[in-house]
């Protein structure tokens, strides 16, 4: 999963659906349920995400949708194995960016 969002301080809850290609209620039923997900709200109640929320959805997406954990599974996971989990999570990231950098460069010779 490569997210396809702008470089910027806050992201609404729409444009963090539609990177991960997920409906707005999952996102804010993550939210209910994992605390690491603390979006700002504005005046008006909106959701605005930062940098650091849209790593701990990403964290929680690998848990959940690519590896398969409960919820619960992903919850105990988070707080027991957390540092180790990020460290590997970006390094899976950093080598899935390689390979496609490569992949690029072997289709343009």
């Given at each position: 999963?490569?997210?396809?969002?702008?470089?910027?301080?806050?992201?609404?809850?729409?444009?963090?659906?539609?990177?991960?290609?997920?409906?707005?209620?999952?996102?804010?039923?993550?939210?209910?349920?994992?605390?690491?997900?603390?979006?700002?709200?504005?005046?008006?109640?909106?959701?605005?995400?930062?940098?650091?929320?849209?790593?701990?959805?990403?964290?929680?997406?690998?848990?959940?949708?690519?590896?398969?954990?409960?919820?619960?599974?992903a919850k105990t996971h988070l707080k027991e194995e957390r540092l180790k989990t990020l460290s590997n999570f970006e390094i899976i990231r950093k080598?899935?960016?390689?390979?496609?950098?490569?992949?690029?460069?072997?289709?343009?010779?």
């Amino acid at each position: 999963m490569h997210l396809e969002l702008p470089d910027k301080l806050y992201y609404s809850i729409g444009e963090v659906a539609k990177a991960f290609d997920v409906n707005t209620s999952l996102i804010r039923f993550w939210e209910k349920e994992f605390d690491v997900i603390k979006p700002k709200k504005n005046a008006k109640g909106n959701r605005k995400f930062t940098q650091e929320d849209i790593k701990n959805l990403q964290l929680i997406y690998h848990l959940v949708k690519e590896r398969g954990f409960t919820l619960e599974g992903a919850k105990t996971h988070l707080k027991e194995e957390r540092l180790k989990t990020l460290s590997n999570f970006e390094i899976i990231r950093k080598l899935e960016h390689i390979k496609t950098e490569l992949i690029k460069i072997k289709d343009q010779l």
